[in-house]
């Protein structure tokens, strides 16, 4: 347990309603990740943020915008949801703080979205 | 640039042996594998450094073969406990530092 928690944990909501995910780390990593898992396809890589303010894109970006305005909180907010975005999403902080050091990923419990 | 995982399912008794095989088509600088278990998380349990250096679980052991850019997950005398699905991710020379790709899964179910 890394002390990382998800809010919220399930949701369903209706396309084109903008949606937020919040993820929270009690132990000040500087690394943070959002994931979305969908069966087939593993665990793809959204967004990523290497320190307060500092975010960059993922494998599958698109359609999705990321904020850290605190060490503690990543934030992922879908601007208007659509069916293809259902899925579950993980957070996942990097207990390393720099380059490829110490890399072990530890996840959250996840959030599991329904965009009907 | 997925890392290609092998086999995608497999089914063993208590007490045999398995083991899981992750293929890049990349230079790797590192191989990290994971155990998810229905409806949680990913949980981390060895990385695999350039160089030979592991970092992980004592009941698992790894390999990682950098010129073949392929590492191998060894699960001996299965346990109920091994059952869920294995991720191997794979950090690429030239990606973004500590970035991971992740394989599909391997799905091990230990019977008794």
């Known amino acids: 347990d890394a002390g990382i928690t998800q809010s919220p944990r399930h949701k369903v909501t209706e396309t084109g309603t903008p949606v937020t995910l919040r993820c929270h780390q009690t132990e000040n990593h500087r690394y943070m990740y959002w994931y979305r898992q969908d069966p087939g396809h593993g665990l793809r890589l959204i967004h990523y943020s290497y320190g307060v303010k500092d975010t960059d894109k993922g494998e599958v970006s698109d359609g999705y915008s990321v904020s850290r305005s605190k060490t503690e909180d990543f934030l992922l907010t879908l601007e208007s949801a659509t069916s293809s975005q259902t899925s579950v999403y993980f957070c996942?902080?990097?207990?390393?703080?720099?380059?490829?050091?110490?890399?072990?990923?530890?996840f959250g419990p996840g959030t599991r979205l329904t965009v009907l | 640039q997925q890392p290609v995982q092998s086999p995608q399912a497999v089914i063993l008794r208590e007490g045999e042996d398995a083991v899981i095989n992750c293929s890049s088509s990349?230079?790797?600088?590192?191989v990290h594998w994971y155990r998810q278990k229905h409806g949680e998380a990913p949980v981390f349990l060895m990385i695999l450094l350039k160089g030979g250096e592991q970092k992980g679980h004592d009941k698992i052991s790894a390999s990682f073969n950098e010129k073949k850019q392929q590492s191998s997950l060894y699960l001996t005398a299965s346990q109920l406990s091994y059952s869920g699905t294995y991720f191997c991710g794979t950090e690429n020379y030239g990606g973004s530092q500590g970035n991971l790709i992740f394989g599909k899964g391997t799905k091990l179910s230990v019977k008794p």
């Open positions: 996942a902080i990097k207990r390393g703080s720099s380059g490829r050091q110490n890399n072990e990923q530890f």
């Open positions: 990349k230079a790797l600088y590192s």
